[in-house]
């Protein structure tokens, strides 16, 4: 099957994708956290085809992707007041809220969980898409299971190509990490995976919010199946290191000095330079910035291209600053963690 890149698709060229995936085809859909894979989330055949093309554990539920709020009314049997707020908060935008199925919910968007995951996507384009389907879109995100998810096209077309019909194409994701999924009971939201919605962001509408266990117990079997799973691991060895900045730009230089091995060493904008001067003599060390540590926000957005261009460099060793779990650091330090096997080295 041949991959075709859609990039600013034409009126009936948006129908075309729509009526693709109608018909049970996989189309990669651009979203403002990371690139979807795209199929008809009513149709279980076509579902079949997002594990296979991913090589996706069959247990790991799908997120159904809607235009908007009202469209999720036949797909769950009831929206409790706080559920109702939080999509009037903040839908569109980058928080999935798992509801009781309705039937009309194939058991296999679900993996025979008696919840379905909902997200609105705050991208136009990909709300236009959906729109236009007219059926709920089932996505996870458009990476080979286990790898870092894709947050341009080129990085879905690297991984899925000749296994999809179509990527549509509408440049980088403008978040980088996936979304926040969130458990809703009558007056409590559980948060299941960290993600561009932070805990503080949902505090200021809900009274009681709390991670799921198993984000706080590494033994606690996680209630999103997904969250079980080594993920978003680049092919090299990763080590996060975690300690005060001085011991953890000592540690880094040491290593830097004794590797022997092609070694990528993860920090920030501020401590480049000191890096790249400890690391001037050897050609097998890749210094590589995530972001400003004063802008969280980018080192999201750069999180997943970093480790990806790590795989290109060939890299074999990675060791990465650790970052303050507060606000969406949560989300990136929950997505090095994985990535690094959890992996950390206390310095
Ligand atoms: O930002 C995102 O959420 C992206 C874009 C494409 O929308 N999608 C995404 O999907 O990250 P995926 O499949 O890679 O991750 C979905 C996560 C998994 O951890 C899965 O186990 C969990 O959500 N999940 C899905 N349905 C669930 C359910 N019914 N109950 C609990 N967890 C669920
Ligand atoms: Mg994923």
């Not at 709020?69 to 706080?82: A, D, F, G, H, R």
């Not at 299941?192 to 919605?197: D, E, F, N, S, T």
């Not at 590589?288 to 790590?310: M, Q, T, W």
Request: glycine share 6%; aromatic share 4%; proline share 6%.
């Amino acid at each position: 099957m041949d991959t075709q890149i859609i990039t600013n698709p034409s009126d009936q060229e948006l129908d075309m994708l729509a009526c693709a995936l109608r018909n049970g085809e996989l189309v990669s859909i651009p979203t403002e956290t990371v690139y979807g894979l795209g199929a008809n989330g009513l149709d279980p055949e076509a579902m079949d085809k997002i594990y296979i093309a991913k090589g996706r554990p069959s247990d790991n539920p799908l997120i159904l992707h809607v235009p908007n709020s009202e469209s999720i009314k036949p797909l769950v049997t009831e929206v409790s007041n706080t559920a109702q707020l939080l999509m009037d908060t903040f839908w569109p935008g980058p928080l999935t809220i798992t509801l009781p199925k309705s039937d009309l919910v194939p058991d296999r968007a679900t993996g025979g969980l008696p919840r379905v995951a909902l997200r609105c996507p705050d991208h136009e384009l990909c709300r236009a898409l959906l729109e236009r389907a007219g059926v709920p879109i089932a996505a996870p995100s458009a990476n080979i299971s286990g790898r870092p998810s894709p947050t341009t096209a080129q990085d879905v077309y690297h991984d899925m190509k000749d296994r999809i019909s179509y990527i549509l194409d509408a440049g980088s994701c403008t978040i980088g990490v996936e979304s926040t999924v969130v458990e809703v009971h009558d007056d409590k939201v559980i948060i299941l995976r960290p993600g561009g919605i932070t805990k503080a962001q949902l505090e200021d509408v809900v009274s009681t919010v709390e991670y799921d266990t198993a984000l706080v117990n590494a033994t606690t079997k996680p209630k999103a199946p997904g969250m079980k799973y080594k993920h978003y691991a680049p092919k090299a060895d990763m080590k996060l290191v975690r300690g005060n900045e001085s011991d953890v730009s000592k540690y880094l230089k040491g290593q830097i000095k004794n590797s022997d091995r092609l070694t990528a060493v993860l920090t920030v904008d501020e401590h480049k330079d000191m890096f790249d001067t400890a690391s001037s003599e050897k050609s097998n060390i890749k210094v590589l910035s995530l972001g400003s540590s004063k802008n969280p926000e980018s080192i999201a957005y750069n999180l997943f291209d970093i480790l990806r261009k790590c795989d290109e460099l060939g890299v074999e060793y990675i060791f990465s600053e650790s970052f303050d779990e507060r606000g969406i650091g949560k989300a990136i330090m929950n997505r090095l963690k994985k990535a690094a096997g959890f992996e950390i080295i206390d310095v």
